[in-house]
């Protein structure tokens, strides 16, 4: 039984459209070559898949480093208030000893470097005398209540009396002001201090004190880890937009890397492998038309002689109305209704008729 396209030793058979495995209008089925060039886009397909799973990894490497430097950068410039920022209270009054208050300070972290350098910790400390006259303000490294603080405070008494110089962690404002703030800034290595405010004298109401503290604790720390974070950030945003320039280029469509032949035998054969032979025009009809002219062009018959007026033409020969397809070898072939061809291969004649061919 013969094939479905077309009996086997005689003509090419039907258009390469109908027959399984074409590649293409009158082209052989594929080869080596083209099978080898599918391997490779396929190939193409996976590292472009691996590529684009980079690409994003590498994006959101870049927006979680500048969220980590954000944090670094937040805990370095804005301060922790004392006690502390999860207490309700963040103002100290000396409202159990008139004109005395002594404040446990938190922990300060910092760089454990012993001596003043850069890497100290800040302490910014507020005092609002309410009543005016002399106050003192002290920031001693030792736990409040105990002997250290007492021992701190005597000496500071006697440098004062003897109009000696004193240390920085100690301050002393003579005659203040009722009701003005007055600022101090306090360096410090990291450890548990004890903050103590007193006026000079006795005999003070309660609440005559008000004092707020700040602590920027991490301001090295934060502000390295934070510099740290924004370079990764930068070399992250430059190693993502390289590989989003290949994937890019990889993926984009180049027209220019092959001929104008190459692009009109290419869409030519996907206009004819999406409407078929003899199908439909497209919406603007002008790839199929023309993908159809180029394929059934065929040279147009010699002109045939004048007949005389009173012959009629032959019986045997009516004008067909059936739809012959030339297959590219000289043969034609019927397109049925149902878009299959009929395998009898057909020739042209002179007069512009259709007989079977028998081989």
């Known amino acids: 039984m013969p094939p479905a396209w077309g009996p086997t030793d005689g003509p090419g058979g039907p258009p390469p459209a109908s027959r399984p495995g074409a590649a293409g209008p009158g082209g052989p089925p594929p080869g080596a070559a083209a099978m080898d060039q599918a391997e490779r886009e396929h190939e193409s397909e996976l590292n472009t898949g691996e590529l684009r799973s980079i690409v ?24 922790l208030p004392v006690p502390a920022p999860w207490d309700d209270e963040t103002v100290l009054t000396d409202d159990v000893d008139g004109g005395i208050l002594h404040q446990e300070l938190p922990y ?35 736990h409040c209540g105990t002997n250290t603080i007492t021992d701190e405070l005597i000496e500071f008494e006697a440098a004062v009396a003897r109009d000696e110089s004193f240390d920085s962690t100690h301050r002393l404002y003579v005659d203040s002001t009722p009701g003005e703030t007055y600022e101090m800034e306090f360096k410090l290595d990291p450890g548990s201090y004890c903050l103590v405010v007193e ?9 005559s004190l008000e004092v707020t503290a700040s602590v920027y604790g991490l301001r090295e720390i934060g502000g390295g880890l934070g510099g740290i974070s924004l370079l990764w950030a930068i070399f992250g945003f430059i190693g993502a937009q390289r590989k989003g320039k290949i994937l890019k280029e990889r993926t984009s469509i180049r027209r220019g890397s092959i001929s104008i032949e190459e692009e009109v035998m290419e869409e030519t054969a996907q206009a004819i492998i999406t409407a078929g032979p003899g199908g439909p025009p497209t919406a603007d009809g002008a790839p199929i038309e023309d993908a159809y002219a180029a394929l ?13 007026a009173q012959q009629m033409p032959p019986a045997s020969a009516p004008i067909s109305t059936l739809n012959y397809i030339e297959s590219g070898d000289g043969y034609y072939y019927i397109l049925k209704d149902d878009n299959t061809f009929d395998p009898q291969p057909y020739v042209k004649q002179h007069d512009g008729t259709y007989v079977p061919f028998s081989g």
């Open 296 to 308: 059934s062009a065929q040279p147009s018959p010699a002109p045939a002689q004048p007949a005389p």
């Open 108 to 142: 300060l972290f910092g760089m454990p470097i012993d001596g003043r350098d850069s890497t100290d910790v800040r302490l910014v400390v507020e005092v609002v005398p309410k009543t005016g006259g002399t106050f003192h303000a002290h920031v001693i490294e030792a």
């Open 56 to 79: 994003k990894k590498a994006r959101w490497n870049v927006f979680m480093y500048l969220g980590i430097a954000a944090m670094m950068f937040a805990f370095a410039l804005i301060p």
């Open 199 to 207: 006026y000079e004298g006795v005999g003070q109401p309660l609440e």
